[in-house]
């Protein structure tokens, strides 16, 4: 059993104004992902000037605010949030969906490429080698926040987080950063040394992510106002199988355009 480590959510704080490790990590996520978004553009000979990456960057990022606290109020909290309409706007008090700021991300990437008159396949590709790379940091986010615990375990991991009781629990957020971050992150920049058919690598981000949130899921506390659904599974879970179909049929139709997966 280990305690949960005293850390402070909020890293500082100068008068009203405080930096949370959380906000940090999102940070992070763009200083750290900017250079590898570059290298991996040259690698896809995309022809992209850092000028126009800029402004990807700065759609994909308004994509995950809006899409990220959508997401959540429309999966995760709808009811509450269809009573107390205001406390939409209550971003302080949390609330980021993974499954919706994909979405926004989606949409954000799709008006670009258009806008710039490029495959909106080839752009996802681009994306989802570097997206990993905010999942770790997000998630890593979320430990320090002592959130989005797991279940009750016996095993010599287990964390005790403060307000989830006295009970050891996995640390799944910890699980998440290893598969969605570490492990997803260094397959896509080992698919990326290739130039594949446009959507493969799109398809493969999809799919590998949705393997990982589903295995962890099963680990993870469900959220308590949503409980089990259906089948036994999480709503996290059950967000992830049209990843599944949708990584699937990205990768297949990619194979069929090159006939072998990559050119």
Do not use: C
């Amino acid at each position: 059993m280990i305690l949960f480590p005293q850390i402070d959510p909020v890293l500082i704080q100068i008068g009203p104004v405080a930096i949370r490790w959380y906000g940090l990590m999102y940070t992070l996520t763009f200083v750290l992902g900017w250079p590898l978004l570059k290298w991996q553009a040259r690698r896809q000979a995309l022809g992209l000037s850092p000028e126009v990456l800029a402004d990807l960057v700065m759609g994909t990022l308004l994509g995950v605010i809006l899409g990220g606290r959508l997401g959540y109020i429309l999966f995760y909290h709808f009811s509450y949030y269809l009573a107390n309409p205001l406390a939409v706007f209550r971003v302080w008090e949390g609330g980021m969906s993974f499954h919706g700021g994909l979405l926004g991300v989606l949409l954000a990437s799709y008006l670009f490429a258009r806008k710039q008159g490029i495959s909106f396949l080839v752009l996802g590709d681009l994306l989802a080698v570097v997206t990993p790379l905010g999942l770790l940091l997000g998630r890593i986010g979320n430990f320090i926040n002592g959130e989005l615990w797991g279940r009750p375990t016996e095993l010599p991991w287990g964390v005790v987080f403060p307000g989830a009781g006295t009970l050891p629990r996995h640390p799944s957020q910890l699980y998440e950063a290893g598969l969605e971050g570490v492990a997803l992150l260094l397959l896509m920049l080992w698919l990326g040394r290739k130039v594949h058919a446009p959507g493969f690598l799109g398809g493969v981000f999809l799919l590998g992510y949705g393997v990982s949130r589903f295995l962890v899921e099963l680990v993870r506390e469900p959220d308590a106002h949503l409980g089990l659904l259906a089948g036994g599974l999480t709503m996290g879970q059950w967000l992830t199988f049209p990843m599944f179909a949708v990584g699937l049929g990205l990768m297949l139709h990619a194979r069929r355009g090159s006939g072998v997966g990559t050119r």
